[in-house]
Each structure stands twice: as structure tokens, then as C-alpha cells.
Nanobody, 117 residues
Framework: QVQLVESGGGLVQPGGSLRLSCEASGIIFRFYYMGWYRQAPGKQRESVAAITFGGSSNFADSVKGRFNISRDNAKNTVYLQMNNLKAEDTAVYYC???????????WGQGTQVTVSS
């Protein structure tokens, strides 16, 4: 059974930081491209950041310079470090594991991030 379990969301003031974690089980982690997505109320889900097994990453323009993605392949865990948070970062953040080779795609349950004073 595949599980992606996110943690680390919460309420933070503008300018603050949070670190999200996503622990994967039931998959061979090194086969998967790991990503973070978010969905704000009334908006479509959008890609935030993604990282390959080897550590190559990419980011949405809106978070470049503020967010960082990393993965610990020994712990089957991917992280999203979010700094200088803004109100527009408020959303439910989802972890995603994707293998184009295996044609498999898995999602976590989401964790709420609220940026407000």
C-alpha cells in the first residue's frame, strides 16, 4: 500500500518560515520524481517545486528564492523549506510521487499552510 504522509503545515505570520515533510512508503523511492503542489481556495492545483532522485530541482516562479526542496533518499522523505512566506502562499500543500517510467502517480492527503497576521 502506497502512502505519502505530509506534515509541518500550520499558521505562520507573513515573513515567517515553515518546513513541510513528506514521508513515502510502499514505493521504491529512487524511482520517483518527488514534488510539492498547492491549491488555494477557488484556484487550480499548481506545481510549487520538484526534485529528482539525483537532486536536480525546479521551482515555480512565484516561490523562487524563497522556497527550497530537498530529499533524503535514505529516509524516503522529501522536504519543502518555505521562507519569507506571503499571504498568497496560503493553500493546501500536497506531496506527489511520479514515475513516468512506471506510469504511476501518487498523492498525499495534503497539509494546510495559512499565512496571516
Amino acid at each position: 500500500q502506497v502512502q505519502l504522509v505530509e506534515s509541518g503545515g500550520g499558521l505562520v505570520q507573513p515573513g515567517g518560515s515553515l518546513r513541510l515533510s513528506c514521508e513515502a512508503s510502499g514505493i521504491i523511492f529512487r524511482f520517483y520524481y518527488m514534488g510539492w503542489y498547492r491549491q488555494a481556495p477557488g484556484k487550480q492545483r499548481e506545481s510549487v517545486a520538484a526534485i529528482t532522485f539525483g537532486g536536480s530541482s525546479n521551482f515555480a516562479d512565484s516561490v523562487k528564492g524563497r522556497f527550497n526542496i530537498s530529499r533524503d533518499n535514505a529516509k524516503n522523505t522529501v522536504y519543502l523549506q518555505m521562507n519569507n512566506l506571503k499571504a498568497e502562499d496560503t493553500a493546501v500543500y500536497y506531496c506527489n510521487a511520479r514515475s513516468d517510467h512506471l506510469a504511476l502517480d501518487f498523492w498525499g492527503q495534503g497539509t494546510q499552510v495559512t499565512v496571516s497576521s
